[in-house]
């Protein structure tokens, strides 16, 4: 009990801490202290939250109840391998984003407010990885677009400010859709606990099959807007490009699989039993293959580096909810696979785009021509995690992909178990249409390349660090895919 309580109120009270007492010498409220003080400070906090967090994970501790909105409706902790799957993720993102910050935004203003809403951030993603019922992961959820919210909207800009309303219009909506399904849950199901082969009622899947099927469909829907699921994406590829890199790293590489954690959940809720094979599991693939394709095709038609990565994002993330809404368990482990090679390699990808910005100032792809020169190491790790998103071998993109695929072909699905792969073969060749030749104009700029006025830009380690780490897991991933696997196969 203690240690889950700490490792989501510890950062939360640390975040609030830094908003509410600090400020940096350019905000003009509170306190003013250096911006050492400050970055050390949140340093020290997210080392101690992701051991707190880890200690969970391994202590294993029982469920409990902190305390009841009504009667029936607790709000209740416990961890189950689901839970712990994402949470190991969410440390690694927060961390590796968390230390390439620490330099990045040098050149940002209201530093103490960018870490405090950090904090913030981490600590409701650990209570939205460990919420043991429907409710307590409803709340936090909420809770999560708007303590994020601020992330995209820190610069000030006009662009920012319309980006964050976007963010906050649609990802209201789409937990206000999610809400609606929560009360017909409530009065069809055993419990709201999150448990294992559905929880609804016998006489209610009997009695009210259908209507429960478009309750589920809704449900989906609605938590899908924050996954970036067509047709309501279009928040994502907004709110990306105006955040700060790390920022986006965390939005693309974890914020968004909030939205698949808590479809996962829904699955669980209702049972893959009672979806599979119905119009509504009919309906939900067509959605996510849409999605796969046009996300791939508006990212390869994108100028902006960073708006590409973010049209990258919406496909990618609906490769996972394909695999998702196959209800087959290798297409299941490819789901979970491709969550932990997606996070790893969209972080680093964020983080290199970051890292040239940092150094250069060039955000447009075409102004990039010569950067491998300049910068070798991020490109070179730009380079290996794109390998990953395409699914090269021996990346952890292409196990996750041939999971999906194989799943797909064996879930018995009507001709969209065959138009699946076909769609996702199409994407990975977009994929690899608007990263590698960025590779290719970075490290062969040509003939006419001015070499005479080349100079090394690398960052510094608090960046390349995170950058490297996060590429090399992405790698470790397909190399030794096995251990993840098993975990896979004792969710499913």
């Not at 368990?329 to 790893?344: E, R, T, V």
Request: hydrophobic content about 50%.
């Amino acid at each position: 009990m203690y240690l889950i309580l700490s490792s989501i109120c510890f950062p939360i009270l640390a975040g609030l801490f830094l908003l509410i007492r600090y400020r940096t010498p350019l905000t003009g409220e509170g306190k003013s202290v250096s911006r050492n003080t400050v970055v050390t400070l949140t340093g020290c906090c997210l080392v101690i939250t992701a051991l707190l967090s880890a200690a969970a994970l391994f202590t294993a501790e029982d469920g409990f109840t902190l305390f009841y909105l009504t009667k029936t409706l607790p709000i209740y902790f416990r961890i189950d391998i689901t839970g712990a799957f994402f949470a190991t993720l969410s440390i690694v993102i927060i961390l590796c984003a968390g230390f390439f910050s620490f330099e990045y935004m040098k050149h940002e203003e209201r530093e103490s407010r960018y870490y405090g809403f950090y904090l913030l951030v981490f600590g409701v993603l650990n209570a939205l990885c460990f919420a043991g019922n429907l409710i307590t992961f409803y709340l936090f959820f909420e809770l999560l677009t708007l303590s994020s919210m601020p992330l995209v909207l820190h610069s000030g800009s006009k662009e920012a400010k319309m980006a964050g309303l976007k963010y906050l219009f649609y990802s209201l909506c789409g937990a206000y859709a999610a809400l609606f399904g929560i009360y017909f849950l409530y009065q069809n199901c055993e419990t709201l606990t999150f448990t294992t082969g559905g929880a609804l009622k016998a006489s209610a899947a009997a009695e009210h099959g259908g209507f429960l099927l478009a309750v589920a469909f809704i449900m989906i829907l609605g938590f899908g807007v924050k996954a970036g699921m067509f047709p309501m994406h279009a928040w994502l590829p907004t709110a990306h490009p105006v955040a700060p890199a790390p920022a986006s790293a965390v939005l693309s590489a974890m914020i968004v699989k909030a939205g698949v954690l808590a479809i996962i959940r829904v699955l669980g809720m209702f049972g893959e039993d009672f979806l599979r094979g119905t119009w509504m599991q009919t309906a939900w693939i067509c959605l996510t293959l849409i999605t796969v394709f046009m996300g791939s095709l508006l990212a390869y038609r994108e100028p902006v580096l960073k708006k590409r990565l973010a049209y990258s994002t919406v496909s990618q993330i609906s490769y996972i909810l394909f695999g998702l809404s196959m209800m087959n368990p290798d297409s299941f482990i490819g789901s979970l696979l491709h969550i932990f090679a997606h996070g790893f390699v969209k972080a680093a990808l964020f983080l290199c785009a970051g890292a040239i910005i940092y150094k250069t100032g060039k955000t447009r792809v075409e102004d990039m021509r010569g950067i491998g020169k300049e910068m070798p190491l991020t490109m070179w790790c730009f380079t290996i995690a794109s390998l990953g998103l395409i699914g090269i071998p021996p990346t952890g993109g292409f196990i996750s992909k041939w999971y999906l695929a194989i799943g797909a072909l064996k879930s018995g699905v009507p001709v969209l178990g065959v138009l699946g792969p076909i769609v996702l073969l199409a994407s990975a060749l977009l994929t690899a249409g608007y990263l590698l030749p960025l590779t290719i104009r970075g490290f062969f700029p040509g003939a006419d390349y001015d070499y005479n006025g080349l100079q090394k830009k690398e960052p510094c380690k608090l960046m390349t660090i995170p950058i490297l780490i996060l590429t090399i897991l992405s790698v470790l991933i397909g190399l030794f895919p096995d251990g993840i696997v098993f975990l896979m196969m004792l969710i499913g």
